[in-house]
């Protein structure tokens, strides 16, 4: 058991608040599952997708919960288990015990599991004290859609910690078409989504169509219709949603998740600054 590193990681962190301590703790525990699964196999299999990824590779700047994936190709049949024995070999090398539960039902499209972990918050040592500090149980969710939309690109990555390894992910372009998905798509209203289409139009991101289209057919209100999305119908589609929401309770739901520099930002929230971004939606 070696806990040093994780030490050592979470003094590279800028925080502020408990709340910033225990999102950091988390997402350290996200790249060594991470690092795990991209020791094994699993990425043979599945595309890590997500607002995870996108802060992890790509630099949001916004902390996330889940480790989201989908397969490259539809299997009913595929099993999480199997991936799981060298994942929890490599957390309790890291001086994690953790739990896992398993929510995976073999009907169910999206596979769920849980890992819970409540011996490490003992044992960190915080930067700049002698002193251990009793942290909150450590939860990560994952998720694997076994059925996902046709048309996604991908693309390698690298993590350096805990050390080098690959993790295979969707590319930019089929990142910005699921977030549009489930932004137009999604039964509840989520304030990490309209964070990650700011992230998004300040880059000028292009959209794969292709697998938004596939995605809007699949699931949600336009599930069926046949519908070909373009740049029209996507920048519409969003003008209406965001024109139908209540502003400042979608950025306090967000709130906890965004560094305390960042959140006076939350506070020009609106339609306004909203459709203000729609026009950066590029074309193709």
Same mark, same amino acid.
């Given at each position: 058991?070696?806990?040093?590193?994780?030490?050592?990681?979470?003094?590279?962190?800028?925080?502020?608040?408990?709340?910033?301590?225990?999102?950091?703790?988390?997402?350290?525990?996200?790249?060594?599952?991470?690092?795990?699964?991209?020791?094994?196999?699993?990425?043979?299999?599945?595309?890590?997708?997500?607002?995870?990824?996108?802060?992890?590779?790509?630099?949001?700047?916004?902390?996330?919960?889940?480790?989201?994936?989908?397969?490259?190709?539809?299997?009913?049949?595929?099993?999480?288990?199997?991936?799981?024995?060298?994942?929890?070999?490599?957390?309790?090398?890291?001086?994690?015990?953790?739990?896992?539960?398993?929510?995976?039902?073999?009907?169910?499209?999206?596979?769920?599991?849980?890992?819970?972990?409540?011996?490490?918050?003992?044992?960190?040592?915080?930067?700049?004290?002698?002193?251990?500090?009793?942290?909150?149980?450590?939860?990560?969710?994952?998720?694997?859609?076994?059925?996902?939309?046709?048309?996604?690109?991908?693309?390698?990555?690298?993590?350096? !910690?805990? #050390?080098?390894? =690959?993790?295979?992910? &969707?590319?930019? $372009?089929?990142?910005?078409? @699921?977030? *549009?998905?489930?932004?137009?798509?999604?039964?509840?209203?989520?304030?990490?989504?309209?964070?990650?289409?700011?992230?998004?139009?300040?880059?000028?991101?292009?959209?794969? !169509?292709? #697998?938004?289209? =596939?995605?809007?057919? &699949?699931?949600? $209100?336009?599930?069926?219709? @046949?519908? *070909?999305?373009?740049?029209?119908?996507?920048?519409?589609?969003?003008?209406?949603?965001?024109?139908?929401?209540?502003?400042?309770?979608?950025?306090?739901?967000?709130?906890? !998740?965004?560094?305390?520099?960042?959140?006076?930002?939350?506070?020009?929230?609106?339609?306004?600054?909203?459709?203000?971004?729609?026009?950066?939606?590029?074309?193709?």
């Amino acid at each position: 058991m070696n806990i040093k590193p994780i030490q050592q990681r979470l003094q590279q962190y800028s925080i502020g608040s408990d709340i910033e301590r225990m999102q950091a703790l988390r997402e350290i525990t996200q790249e060594i599952v991470l690092a795990a699964l991209g020791r094994g196999e699993f990425f043979k299999y599945a595309l890590f997708q997500g607002g995870t990824c996108m802060r992890i590779f790509h630099g949001l700047n916004r902390f996330s919960e889940d480790l989201d994936f989908i397969l490259r190709n539809p299997d009913p049949g595929f099993v999480m288990k199997d991936h799981l024995v060298l994942l929890t070999q490599e957390l309790a090398a890291f001086g994690y015990v953790p739990e896992i539960i398993d929510r995976e039902k073999s009907d169910a499209t999206v596979r769920k599991l849980f890992i819970k972990d409540e011996s490490l918050g003992k044992l960190v040592i915080l930067r700049n004290t002698n002193r251990s500090v009793r942290l909150p149980a450590i939860k990560i969710k994952l998720e694997i859609d076994t059925n996902p939309p046709a048309g996604s690109g991908s693309e390698l990555k690298y993590l350096d !910690f805990p #050390f080098v390894s =690959a993790v295979a992910v &969707q590319d930019l $372009p089929s990142l910005f078409a @699921g977030k *549009i998905h489930a932004l137009l798509c999604r039964e509840y209203v989520k304030g990490r989504d309209w964070y990650d289409l700011i992230w998004y139009t300040g880059r000028s991101c292009p959209i794969n !169509f292709a #697998f938004l289209t =596939a995605a809007i057919d &699949q699931t949600g $209100p336009w599930q069926g219709h @046949g519908i *070909i999305v373009d740049h029209s119908w996507v920048v519409e589609n969003l003008k209406k949603k965001i024109q139908s929401l209540e502003w400042k309770q979608v950025a306090d739901d967000v709130r906890r !998740f965004v560094p305390v520099f960042d959140q006076p930002s939350l506070n020009l929230w609106s339609a306004d600054l909203f459709i203000d971004r729609l026009p950066r939606i590029p074309r193709d």
